[in-house]
RNA sequence: GCCCCCGUAGCCCAAUGGCAGAGGCAGGCGACUUAAAAUCGCUCAAGUGCGAGUUCGAGUCUCGUCGGGGGUACCA
């Protein structure tokens, strides 16, 4: 310890300081954002202030095993972005809450007989700890958690509104627009009127209907429904999935256990109704473009038709009787090419199709299935493969190599257009899921069917050539059975005629209008849009989690609880697991937790509706992890709010739309509101951001609140990543043990003596390399972590973290103290007089581009500047003070504490929360000389110095007449480009 | 396979189409110290993965290619 600087910051200071100053905004609520109306209403303070601005970090889950730096990283960058514009006199509203409902605490609470609320909220403690001591400034009153009863009561609440509503495809919105929600009491009045009536009346009046079929009636139209689908079973974690929740191989998201199909009945939300407007609206937000793909393709929206094949069913009761095949296509441009027809395995129309009796005469062997030989009728092939199909897993599906397998159905369907018969074959490479779970095969323009065909020895028609140079059929194409390959791309229409219509000539897009008009004059068919989105899951065998506000009566008919009844709580279960079984058995059947507390299950009760007491039984599902983040951005707004989710004037004061579009919004856009600021992983992209919106859009749509998105900005941080050392048997050891040795590409690296290997990978426990913030904080202080993670580079890039590094924004620190505090004596040294134009010139270069800076979220561009400026006061003898109060002012964003305790040093009192933040003036930016680079054919070959204020001609003059260019030019000049006062470029003859 | 992002000093990263370096780490030298750590000062270091093209001029724009990362995949 050296007792010659006892003022020096170090990191034991930097800790007295930081809790100090925790402590001063705690107790003086300097990050309180006044609202406007609602319980809170500080109409007055909210006059005060300028404009508002909300932030929002991703709703954390309180993990119970701590925090490691990569975590933080989102929460320090909307802290720092808050502060700015909170000093710039703005109305931040920056607040955190905690998603704890969650499978971690259940499964914690099932290991130790703890219940999950006892764990979560001790969770919630260390991670708030943990979190204040970062200094972050959120508002403490807003903060709340998704197991909060008054806060699930408003889940539960919109989830009400939600199946209380249908889709009304003929509702005009207020921009023109078709399609709303709209509350289901509507649809019953038009149904009973008789001014409306839906297919699944199957032509019936209203009133001729029974209680339970108008409860499906209306299930069919509620945008919350139970149905009875296939679903994702997962036994080895005894609930089902959303498909969000599914991996590409068919294992669950968490926990990696194999998933099966089932037929259960389960809640879904009919997040389909709105594919388009999800889709179309990411138009008018600021995300980046890479998540806006992502949801693009997610909601998959493809254009195209859908054609009726005629087909003539051989058994069953409609034996004999003609109808069709209904195939979804991208391409019906190539309808004359389709010469056969796949049928995904469970397809309903295939039982139909087979022949009893042996293959039609002639029948090639290799379309009798694989192990039928020519000995199996086409029943046995069939029943054969599509057996082996429904037994495959989705692993085994993707696992297999996509090589085309498939069975003749014994049957011919006819191409509507040429009248050929096409044979109709069941294959897996067809999926029931999307479309109609039946295709035409165009095998010349469709490299799948192409490959089919070939294994099948299927007749291959070319109907798409590529266009050559002039616009007609390229000269010399010899055909795609000559070129091995399927024909995909845009080109000419060729072998595409019948008597009525002809795409000969044609290029793709407008073959396909003209095909498609003549498909809808003929009946044949119609232009469709298809989507890959599917209706949204919502329901969980799990205990911790929103109770359903559900009752089924004897009839088994579904009521929703009465506001009167909300919250609906959770009761105290004997046994917190639901019934979790082998995880390959994929016959096991759910059980929730909540089924075994009867008492609770079997209730009497009057919901308000006219039917006085009646007994009911409750749902025993909950809602899944994502009900409650759904909408949490909302209840920031008003939290205490016990009449309304939000306060409407709230709600428009804080999301409402603005007055202009974002960014590259498409010309006459309108706002859509939202969130100011989102800051958050990627790997939220298609689940939680495409459920909140969609849980926004309807109430929106409802009138509940003025925004139509949820998320007006969001950005996309990169990850904080680690070095994964490992030894010989490929174990991951612990980082932090590691010796290295030598450097750059001769580095390696020993584990007690033993050599280990060294990759990037993602910071965890199991690999061994986390580091905690609190090592952090010990070693070198929150504000220096803050420095340090904000300057490692862009914040939408993954880096590598490298501990030892970040002494570099410790001394940052140090000799940003030291220009202020004598290290030896304690006092003030900055000197009261003015800085030298140098100075001047670098301080308000500085304010702009830290200004830019902060708000384009390059935090490591800004602090460099920062860095900059600090190394040039440095230099001085004396810190003039107005240089040392700015820079300060400038770097409280980054590094709030130390420059708190800077600023009170300097004699400011009343801390700088709420600024100022200084204001650049360029033309302070003086300087005496600039230097010209003189270019001769655009390569550098002379400077000379000259006044920033020289003119255009001057500047040609002086550089034509200067010895190399005189040189260089001697043949005469082509050209020369002045861009005064930087630079010159001669081009010689 | 397809789509997106990234390749600049040993490392992390800067650079409105205009002198490749803002900032940091590591390294080297020096100061301070009995010594070390810490701190301070100075310093070394790449022609921008590779190949074409556009341009008076390319790290930056275009095309191709290689490498790394991410997304997605029989989606008709």
């Not at 087909?311 to 991208?330: H, L, Y």
């Not at 072998?495 to 396909?512: H, Q, R, T, W």
């Not at 926004?696 to 941080?717: A, I, M, N, W």
């Amino acid at each position: 310890m050296s007792d010659e600087t006892p003022f020096r910051y170090t990191a034991a200071m930097a800790q007295d300081i930081e809790l100090a100053w925790q402590d001063v905004w705690e107790d003086t609520g300097a990050f309180n954002a006044p609202n406007p109306a609602g319980p809170w209403a500080q109409p007055d303070e909210v006059a005060a202030l300028g404009s508002k601005m909300l932030v929002l970090d991703m709703f954390p889950y309180p993990s119970g095993a701590g925090l490691h730096i990569g975590h933080p990283l989102g929460y320090i960058a909307t802290d720092v972005f808050s502060r700015y514009h909170r000093m710039q006199g703005k109305n931040v509203l920056h607040a955190l809450g905690y998603d704890a409902f969650g499978l971690p605490a259940e499964q914690y609470a099932v290991q130790t007989g703890q219940h999950p609320r006892k764990t979560t909220e001790d969770n919630i403690v260390i991670m708030k700890r943990q979190l204040r001591r970062l200094g972050l400034g959120f508002d403490e009153r807003r903060t709340y958690a998704t197991i909060d009863e008054d806060y699930y009561r408003w889940t539960q609440w919109i989830f009400t509104q939600i199946r209380e509503s249908w889709y009304d495809p003929s509702v005009v919105r207020a921009d023109g627009s078709l399609g709303a929600a709209r509350p289901i009491s509507e649809l019953v009045s038009a149904l009973a009127e008789g001014t409306r009536s839906v297919p699944e009346m199957a032509g019936r009046a209203w009133s001729e209907l029974s209680a339970v079929e108008k409860a499906r009636v209306l299930d069919a139209h509620r945008l919350a429904y139970t149905s009875e689908a296939p679903v994702n079973w997962c036994p080895g974690l005894g609930t089902v999935l959303s498909n969000e929740e599914v991996t590409n191989d068919g294992r669950s998201e968490r926990g990696n256990y194999p998933v099966f199909r089932r037929n259960l009945r389960q809640w879904m939300m009919r997040i389909t109704a709105y594919a388009d407007r999800l889709a179309d609206d990411l138009d008018r937000v600021e995300w980046p473009e890479k998540v806006k793909i992502m949801q693009r393709n997610w909601i998959g929206r493809s254009t195209g038709a859908s054609v009726h094949f005629p087909v003539v069913p051989v058994t069953g009761p409609r034996a004999g009787e003609p109808t069709t095949i209904e195939v979804f296509t991208t391409r019906p441009d190539t309808l004359f090419g389709a010469t056969f027809m796949v049928l995904s395995p469970e397809h309903p129309l295939v039982e139909s199709l087979v022949p009893e009796g042996d293959w039609p005469v002639g029948t090639h062997d290799s379309w009798k299935g694989a192990d039928s030989g020519a000995t199996g009728t086409p029943r046995e092939a069939v029943t054969a493969y599509r057996r082996a199909a429904s037994r495959k897993s989705d692993v085994e599906r993707q696992i297999e190599e996509k090589d085309k397998t498939g069975v003749f159905t014994g049957t011919w369907a006819t191409n509507p257009l040429t009248g050929e018969a096409i044979p109709v074959f069941v294959a897996d490479y067809v999926l029931m899921g999307y479309g109609t779970g039946a295709i035409m095969a165009v095998p010349a323009g469709d490299e799948r069917d192409f490959e089919y065909a070939v294994k099948f020895g299927l007749p291959i028609i070319d109907v798409v050539a590529p266009a050559g140079p002039d616009g007609q059929v390229a000269e010399g194409w010899e055909g795609t059975v000559a070129a091995g390959a399927a024909f995909t791309g845009d080109g000419i229409a060729i072998n595409s005629a019948n008597a009525d219509v002809s795409l000969n000539g044609l290029p793709m897009a407008e073959a396909k209008a003209r095909i498609t008009a003549y498909l809808q004059e003929q009946g044949i068919g119609a232009g469709t849009v298809t989507y890959r989105l599917r209706d949204w899951l919502f329901s969980r065998q799990r205990y911790w989690g929103e109770p359903f506000p559900i009752v089924f009566d004897s009839d088994g008919i579904a009521h929703s609880l009465p506001d009167s009844m909300l919250p609906l709580t959770l009761p105290d279960v004997p046994d917190y697991s639901p019934k979790t079984y082998d995880p390959e058995d994929a016959a096991s059947e759910p059980e929730p937790p909540l089924s075994r507390v009867p008492e609770w299950v079997e209730v009497e009760l009057d919901l308000e509706d006219g039917r006085g007491l009646q007994r009911y039984r409750r749902e025993t599902n909950t809602m899944p992890n994502w009900a409650g983040s759904c909408w949490y951005y909302l209840r920031y707004l008003d939290p205490a709010n016990s009449d309304a989710l939000v306060d409407p004037a709230n709600e428009r004061y804080w999301v409402g739309p603005q007055s202009n579009p974002v960014p590259d919004a498409p010309a006459g856009t309108r706002d859509p509101g939202g969130v100011d600021l989102y800051i958050g992983g990627v790997e939220h992209a298609v689940l939680h951001l495409l459920y909140a919106r969609f849980w926004h859009k309807v109430l929106f749509d409802l009138g509940y609140v003025s925004s139509e998105e949820p998320f007006r900005t969001y950005f996309s941080q990169g990850m904080i990543q680690a070095h994964v050392f490992r030894d010989d048997r490929g174990q991951p050891v612990p980082a932090a043990e590691v010796e290295e040795h030598g450097e750059g590409a001769e580095a390696t690296w020993t584990w007690r003596g033993q050599p280990v290997t060294r990759e990037l990978g993602k910071i965890g426990k199991s690999l061994k390399n986390a580091v905690s913030p609190d090592e952090m904080y010990e070693a070198y202080g929150a504000d220096t972590l803050r420095i340090y993670e904000m300057s490692m580079g862009p914040l939408e890039l993954s880096k590598p973290w490298e501990t030892r590094a970040a002494v570099g924004s410790l001394r940052f620190l140090q000799r940003l103290w030291r220009n202020v505090v004598d290290e030896s004596t304690g006092s003030v040294r900055v000197v009261e007089e003015e800085p030298d134009q140098a100075l001047t010139t670098v301080l308000h270069r500085t304010i702009l581009g830290v200004r830019e800076d902060y708000e384009a979220l390059r935090f490591n561009t800004a602090i460099a500047k920062l860095i900059e400026l600090n190394n040039a006061v440095t230099k001085l003898a004396a810190p003039p003070r107005s240089v040392m109060e700015q820079l300060v002012l400038m770097t409280a964003p980054v590094a709030p504490h130390i420059a708190e305790e800077l600023w009170r040093r300097l004699g400011h009192e009343g801390g700088l929360s709420r600024g100022p933040f200084p204001v650049g003036d360029a033309s302070l930016i003086v300087e005496d000389t600039v230097t010209c680079i003189i270019q001769i054919k655009g390569k550098v070959r002379d400077r000379v110095e000259v006044s920033p204020a020289i003119g255009e001609a001057e500047l040609r003059d002086l550089v034509l007449a200067r010895e190399k260019v005189v040189a260089a030019t001697a043949d005469g000049i082509r050209t020369v480009i002045v861009r005064a006062p930087r630079l010159v470029n001669v081009v010689p003859v």
